[in-house]
């Protein structure tokens, strides 16, 4: 049997978007919104199993690529306060294998008329790094697809 190693890692991401903290984080909550934005690029799919976006609250999803969504994500909210913060422990499981647990804070700073977002992911990847660089890929791509989610919505409402 190989040995399995622990990979403990911290990654900060930053994006800065033209619109307002209030904004974004509608966009953050919204199931339907998420749905758009919440993967890193078209050959990904989630599926929301659950969904209780509240101070200990769970969501529950399935992602992957497009028709394999085998991967279980399990989110329970921390903390919430409204166009500012969300922090959250997620965890991810491939069959009855846990492959990391994470704790997760987004901050909404405001940045002249839009918003600076901070996401900080402090990750404990159960079977090595590749974890670590698929969270990291991941969330990049997916909060460059909230840009455009956020782009999309404000061309949209004029």
Same mark, same amino acid.
């Given at each position: 049997?190989?040995? /399995?190693?622990?990979?403990?890692?911290?990654?900060?991401?930053? /994006?800065? #978007?033209?619109?307002?903290?209030? *904004?974004?984080? !509608?966009?953050?909550?919204?199931?339907?919104? $998420?749905?758009?934005?919440?993967?890193?690029? =078209?050959?990904?799919?989630?599926?929301?199993?659950?969904?209780?976006? $509240?101070?200990?609250?769970?969501?529950?999803? /399935?992602?992957?690529?497009?028709? $394999?969504?085998? #991967?279980?994500?399990? !989110? $329970? #909210?921390?903390?919430?306060?409204?166009?500012?913060?969300? !922090?959250? !422990? +997620?965890?991810?499981?491939?069959? +009855?294998? /846990?492959?990391?647990?994470?704790?997760?804070?987004?901050?909404?700073?405001?940045?002249?008329?839009?918003?600076?977002?901070?996401?900080?992911?402090?990750? &404990? &990847? #159960?079977?090595? &790094?590749?974890?670590?660089?698929?969270? =990291? &890929?991941?969330?990049?791509?997916?909060?460059?697809?909230?840009?455009?989610?956020? =782009? *999309?919505?404000?061309?949209?409402?004029?």
């Amino acid at each position: 049997m190989p040995e /399995r190693s622990t990979v403990h890692e911290t990654f900060v991401i930053e /994006r800065t #978007y033209d619109a307002p903290p209030a *904004r974004v984080f !509608v966009a953050l909550k919204d199931v339907e919104a $998420r749905l758009r934005w919440g993967t890193p690029n =078209k050959t990904v799919a989630i599926t929301f199993l659950e969904t209780d976006f $509240r101070i200990g609250g769970r969501d529950v999803s /399935r992602c992957g690529p497009v028709g $394999r969504q085998d #991967y279980l994500i399990d !989110v $329970r #909210y921390q903390d919430i306060v409204d166009d500012e913060r969300i !922090v959250f !422990v +997620e965890t991810v499981s491939h069959g +009855e294998t /846990r492959l990391a647990s994470a704790l997760i804070t987004v901050e909404l700073l405001p940045h002249d008329t839009g918003t600076r977002l901070k996401l900080t992911d402090q990750i &404990a &990847a #159960y079977e090595g &790094a590749e974890m670590v660089n698929g969270s =990291k &890929a991941g969330w990049s791509g997916a909060l460059d697809n909230l840009g455009v989610e956020l =782009k *999309r919505d404000a061309a949209a409402n004029r």
